[in-house]
């Protein structure tokens, strides 16, 4: 029997799409906890141990739980989110509780998700922790027996046997996988998880890790039977100073087994002293954009000096329209083209796309360049080499095309956008050679 007191459901809006959440306590930090691969956040109170593990932290702290969008009691999807997507409906949900900075802890496939996020609003989220992640989904498959327990939970679907891995501890209960049963069913149907899969295939947020400047706590189970611990230790060591703690158990999910070492390693790094936060906001991830005006020279020498100013002038009025559209952040005209930065790389590709066909539709042909990486904040502009990249990869494009690095495939899988290979390229000033693809709209 669930306690009394349960906090009730609202709803956040993320663009089109409502997010269920819910929030439980009063304390003077925010923590949201970023759901699995699926949750239904009134059913999980019935979960034993679950509720219990929540009012522990609400004992210090404003909790703050989610279904993700297409699961549980948020919105059904058209077609796949990507993490890019799913990072926002988090931010949506921070603004729609008044949240200005909060602490993630991300379970599971929700590990991904909470990394990009801390490496890209390292002035929103404070901490970070995972517990029982990883940063590549094809690494959980290629884990021994990865795939055959990936097909019978899709066949079961509905019956309580994924409760086998997530929560070992109680394999042998049948009234526990009855329970478990209901809560499967209740957080989405057969096809939906299997879309889920489909979008899980896409996660890799390995070349993000070491961008993440935010205190990190990585946590893992030692005989964690979904995850490997492997892969929370490979997590860990690509973060930098990222601190791991290994627990005894089989239990995958966090509220079960032995938890009080954990409720204390938790509230120990998540009220305890911190480095300042001015480290954090020195380097940040994003996606940068460099746009250039193909033949420029020449074609100013053609124009004549008046002529070729109101090029430029239409030329910038788009760039600026498009940018702003796009949520991007204009940093400087370079006289003949822009840069610009943007939190999600999705966004920074359709801008490349959007600005590219409006301007020749004005007879206007620009190449550009889209990279993420880490870039140094200097008041209003911006550097590092993920600058000087996103100019190498643009300086590869041709007339009226939109170069990006391979990182940002990776990234923007599951966006809907589409990309065509151009080869390995080596860049001036850059090691080894890169990968490089063409977008199209």
Known sequence: MVAANLPDTQFAR?????????????????VI????S???????????????????????ARVITFDKRGQGLSDRMQGLASLEVRMDDVRAVMDCVGSTSAALIGFSEGCAMSALLAASAPDRI????????????????????????LEKRLALWGQGWMMHQ????????????????????????????????????????????????????????????????ALGR?????????????YPGTDHAFWCGEVEKLHADLEEFLTGTRPESTEYLERVLATV??????????????????????????HDMLAREWVQRNRGLLVKSTG?????????????????????????????????????????????DIGGIAVHAAARVMAQAQAAEVMVSRVVTDLVAGAGLSFQPRGRHALKGLPSEWELYSAEA
């Open 234 to 246: 490979r997590l860990a060591s690509a973060i930098p100073q990222a601190g791991l703690i290994e």
């Open 33 to 36: 906890l970023v759901p699995g």
């Open 289 to 314: 954009l460099f746009t250039d005006i193909v033949d420029s020279t020449r074609r100013a020498t053609e124009m004549g000096d008046a002529a070729w100013r109101r090029v430029l002038d239409s």
């Open 126 to 149: 404070s901490h970070l922790v995972m517990f029982g992640g990883f940063s590549r989904f094809a690494d959980l498959m290629a884990s021994p027996g990865g795939t055959e327990r």
């Open 166 to 229: 997530v929560i070992a501890s109680e394999r042998t209960n049948a009234d526990f996988q009855r329970l478990f049963a209901r809560f499967e069913r209740l957080s989405a149907s057969p096809g939906d998880y299997r879309a889920f899969v489909g979008m899980n295939m896409q996660i890799d947020v390995a070349d993000i890790l070491p961008s993440i400047r935010i205190p990190t706590l990585v946590l893992h189970r030692l005989d964690d039977a979904l995850v490997p611990v």
């Open 336 to 380: 003949d083209g822009i840069l610009a930065r943007f939190d999600g790389p999705a966004r920074a590709v359709r801008c490349a796309l959007g600005l590219s066909a409006a301007l020749s539709a004005r007879g206007i042909a620009i190449r550009a360049g889209v990279h993420t990486g880490e870039v140094e904040l200097r008041g209003d």
């Open 14 to 30: 993320s663009g089109s799409v409502h997010i269920a959440y819910q929030v439980m306590g009063e304390g003077p930090i925010d």
């Open 38 to 60: 699926v949750s239904q956040v009134e059913f999980m109170h019935e979960l034993p141990g679950y509720t219990d593990f929540l009012r522990r932290l609400a004992t210090y």
